[in-house]
T-cell receptor, first 112, second 117 residues
Framework: LAKTTQPISMDSYEGQEVNITCSHNNIATNDYITWYQQFPSQGPRFIIQGYKTKVTNEVASLFIPADRKSSTLSLPRVSLSDTAVYYCLVGDLEEAGTALIFGKGTTLSVSS | NAGVTQTPKFRVLKTGQSMTLLCAQDMNHEYMYWYRQDPGMGLRLIHYSVGEGTTAKGEVPDGYNVSRLKKQNFLLGLESAAPSQTSVYFC????????????????FGAGSRLTVL
């Protein structure tokens, strides 16, 4: 499975758009990308998932360029409650139930 | 619908003691995972299971054993606890479908905080 690299931390202010980029240079044809959010003392929770181009849901957007070597999680107009750790995960569509390895994640701090 | 339930939520052990963490899911998920998370660190995969009766090693399996005798339960055992195993343990489950429907999306439990003295 492709390894992922993310910035260790990011800072933002309320109301701003935040973009967190994940690098996965060795992504394979069958790999998909999933983002999770984790608050202190809680388990991670699913945010968004995609394979190519752009995916949008009520929480975030995920942009994946044509070469799929990176992906960007976009959080519109963040609030203090978006302060959390965000993880990018690459998984194999063809090999269900494989080891899902998390990277170190990006700690987002939102200030007022 | 409880999702993923971990038992116990907190436990303090002495070095050398043994214990078992229980993970139960009521979503009929095929795949289950055990992760550990040390303070200020990311999640590391200990063991995982792709179905009843099957288990596999993850990134950091040493010192742990697992069993998946029933589809809904995944047990993590520590035979002889060590201070280095002080951590928060998270269980997760998933099932694989197409990307549009949620490919292998993990549902996590609330965590079990283990302290080994």
């Amino acid at each position: 499975l492709a390894k992922t690299t993310q910035p260790i931390s990011m800072d933002s202010y309320e109301g701003q758009e935040v973009n967190i980029t994940c690098s996965h240079n060795n992504i394979a044809t069958n790999d998909y990308i999933t983002w999770y959010q984790q608050f202190p003392s809680q388990g991670p929770r699913f945010i968004i998932q995609g394979y190519k181009t752009k995916v949008t849901n009520e929480v975030a957007s995920l942009f994946i360029p044509a070469d799929r070597k990176s992906s960007t999680l976009s959080l519109p107009r963040v609030s203090l409650s978006d302060t959390a750790v965000y993880y990018c995960l690459v998984g194999d569509l063809e090999e269900a139930g494989t080891a899902l390895i998390f990277g170190k994640g990006t700690t987002l701090s939102v200030s007022s | 619908n409880a999702g993923v339930t971990q038992t116990p939520k907190f436990r303090v052990l002495k070095t050398g003691q043994s214990m078992t963490l229980l993970c139960a899911q009521d979503m009929n998920h095929e795949y289950m995972y055990w992760y550990r998370q040390d303070p200020g660190m990311g999640l590391r995969l200990i063991h995982y299971s792709v179905g009843e009766g099957t288990t596999a090693k993850g990134e950091v399996p040493d010192g742990y054993n697992v069993s998946r005798l029933k589809k809904q339960n995944f047990l993590l055992g520590l035979e002889s606890a060590a201070p280095s195993q002080t951590s928060v343990y998270f269980c997760a489950s998933s099932y694989a479908v197409e990307v549009d429907s949620g490919a292998n999306v993990l549902t996590f439990g609330a965590g079990s905080r283990l302290t080994v003295l």
